[in-house]
């Protein structure tokens, strides 16, 4: 795969993320050497690799070191490349936030339901091969259940995990209206909640309408997050656009992790994505990869006798960039002539 990357802008500042980095490799710091607990590693089936343990480590250090005692770090977002599993971090998240902070509420949303379907398997389907936790939990020699419910019971079951799975849409829906059995803001004041949202942030809207979703959607979160001192968000998300001013205002003090492409391809876990840095038009970069894909299938034939399909992807950071680019390819792909 080739990704063509326009030329890199400066580097943003990211004020709690240094903070955490610092306090990693300071022995001012009373939890240096934490690490991660055996009730996750026993009770997962993937093993953590070393970014997700130090992802981790530094929500720990959040939570409980005394740089942050008077600092109520409630909300947080995860900015970490595509494979590099979000979703299991995400899970032993969970079995942290439970053991160690004694929540049993977790509302986990996004904003479409393939993600949604693909996430009921990971954290509650038992039966699934896609479950990431073992068949039978257990920590400190009791039996942990894991329940999806679509609202959080009044009288909470000891070693219970309650996990509400929903859109951000029906959450935001619920929150307004106020139908029967949907929970409202008075539900997530009445125990402690950690809300989970996976590339949740919608700053792709470019209508009027869809501005006004976009707000309420993060209104009702806001609703929740707000209804408690010690209710939690936590976002994950691969792709941020930091260049955009009012995301960066946002999220400038939330990035609790990154673990960006870059790195991740450095530390050999990613197929090799060649970047290659180019200040030309979309038009003639999408020229250049076509070429140099037709190259490929041409080469694959001659030297080796074998029919190959390469594939080319444009990805924008906006839904209607994206129709738009679509409609600049077509048009490339119609109008080439041996010239061109």
Do not use: C
């Not at 690799?49 to 992802?55: I, P, T, V």
């Not at 479409?112 to 038992?126: E, Q, R, Y």
């Not at 960006?260 to 990613?270: K, V």
């Amino acid at each position: 795969m080739v990704k063509v990357k326009k030329e890199t802008k400066q580097k943003l500042s990211l004020p709690l993320y240094k903070e955490l980095v610092d306090l990693d490799t300071s022995f001012l710091n009373e939890h240096l050497g934490w690490e991660q607990p055996e009730y996750i590693t026993q009770n997962m089936v993937h093993k953590f690799r070393g970014y997700q343990e130090e992802a981790l480590r530094y929500f720990h250090y959040s939570q409980v070191n005394e740089v942050f005692k008077f600092r109520n770090i409630n909300h947080v977002l995860f900015n970490m490349a595509t494979g590099s599993g979000k979703t299991d971090l995400m899970a032993g998240l969970i079995l942290y936030l439970y053991q160690e902070h004694e929540y049993q509420n977790f509302l986990f949303f996004v904003n479409t339901n393939s993600v949604l379907n693909k996430t009921i398997d990971n954290l509650t389907n038992k039966k699934s091969e896609k479950f990431l936790y073992i068949s039978d939990i257990e920590i400190d020699g009791e039996r942990i259940t894991i329940e999806r419910v679509k609202t959080f019971p009044k009288n909470q079951s000891k070693n219970t995990i309650y996990i509400k799975l929903s859109s951000v849409q029906n959450i935001a829906s619920d929150i307004f209206t106020q139908s029967e059995n949907s929970m409202g803001k008075d539900d997530y004041v009445r125990n402690k909640v950690v809300i989970l949202g996976d590339e949740a942030h919608h700053y792709s809207a470019s209508t009027k309408s869809e501005k006004e979703l976009e707000q309420s959607w993060e209104k009702a979160i806001s609703i929740i997050l707000s209804a408690r001192e010690d209710n939690r968000l936590l976002e994950f998300t691969a792709t941020i656009d930091l260049e955009n001013k009012s995301i960066y205002e946002k999220y400038k003090d939330k990035v609790i992790y990154r673990y960006a492409l870059d790195r991740f391809i450095q530390d050999r876990f990613s197929k090799n994505v060649k970047r290659i840095q180019s200040s030309k038009t979309d038009e003639e970069n999408m020229l250049n990869v076509v070429l140099l894909s037709e190259f490929r299938r041409r080469y694959a034939y001659e030297l080796y006798n074998t029919h190959v399909k390469p594939v080319i992807m444009f990805k924008s950071q906006r839904i209607d960039a994206s129709y738009e680019s679509n409609q600049k390819f077509n048009e490339l792909i119609d109008s080439l002539t041996p010239q061109s």
